[in-house]
């Protein structure tokens, strides 16, 4: 049964830190089976990501977080960008389209661009999976509140690190009852619900520092958008 990384950011995305083979040594470290680098609205670290686990005898996992208009979503399987600032439905159409599967992250953690904070649950139902926990917590009512509803509605459910620095890689993974080691058997495996989850919090002072790394660059970035 592989055990996954599904939720991880690299130097791509605006608040990541680390270079793709930094995550990639860290998930062989851990002894995991697969990795997804799921950077905000950019896929060429995870591409190269995938490449590389492949090479390394792991499961690579192309994809991305895509920031639809009602908030963050997990594209898994995609190997072309999903433009961010598509209404949320048409995010999930677009993710099924491009050959992957919807999950929606953290979604009651709206600080956090939860998806809950523009959308009415219902609309949970149309994702293909949830992921009930994020180690990036607090006091974990919001994973609470992911896997109770995640249960009452018969969803499948994922667990992810949402690391922004390579040492956080697999603090929650995702157990995957596949038919084989594939992309595919994988991706099919979550869609049918064919997983259990298992994580730990990611140290407050580390998630202090990923969240405050996270701001410089956005303001180091935003200056040079403004000097340009």
């Known amino acids: 049964m592989p055990t996954v990384e599904l939720h991880a950011h690299s130097a791509l995305s ?13 998930a062989e470290a851990v002894g995991l089976d697969g990795l997804a680098v799921t950077d905000h609205d ?10 590389l686990c492949e090479d390394r005898g792991m499961i690579g996992i192309p994809g991305m977080e895509v920031t639809s208009k009602a908030g ?3 594209a898994l399987g995609v190997t072309e960008k999903v433009p961010p600032g598509l209404p949320f439905e048409e995010t999930l159409d677009r993710i099924c389209e491009g050959g992957g599967i919807a999950v929606i992250p953290h979604p009651f953690q709206e600080s956090r661009s939860g998806v809950l904070a523009n959308v009415a649950r219902e609309k949970l139902l149309l994702a293909d999976a949830i992921e009930v926990y994020n180690s990036r917590l607090l006091t974990g009512r919001a994973n609470r509140q992911a896997e109770r ?29 596949a ?20 994580g730990k919090r990611t140290p407050w002072i580390i998630s202090f520092r990923q969240a405050a790394g996270g701001a410089k660059r956005r303001v180091k970035n935003r200056l040079a958008e403004i000097l340009r």
Do not use: K
């Not at 605006?14 to 860290?26: F, I, M, T």
């Open 42 to 51: 950019e896929i060429d670290a995870s591409l190269e990501a995938a490449d």
């Open 149 to 177: 509803f995640a249960r009452d509605n018969e969803m499948p459910m994922t667990a992810g690190s949402d690391a922004h620095i390579a040492e956080m890689v697999g603090q929650a993974v995702t157990h995957i009852d």
């Open 14 to 26: 605006y608040d990541g830190r680390d270079s793709v083979d930094a995550l990639v040594d860290q």
């Open 179 to 198: 038919d084989e080691r594939s992309l595919g058997a994988v991706l099919e495996a979550i869609r049918e619900g064919r997983t259990s989850i298992e």
């Open 72 to 74: 963050h979503v997990l």
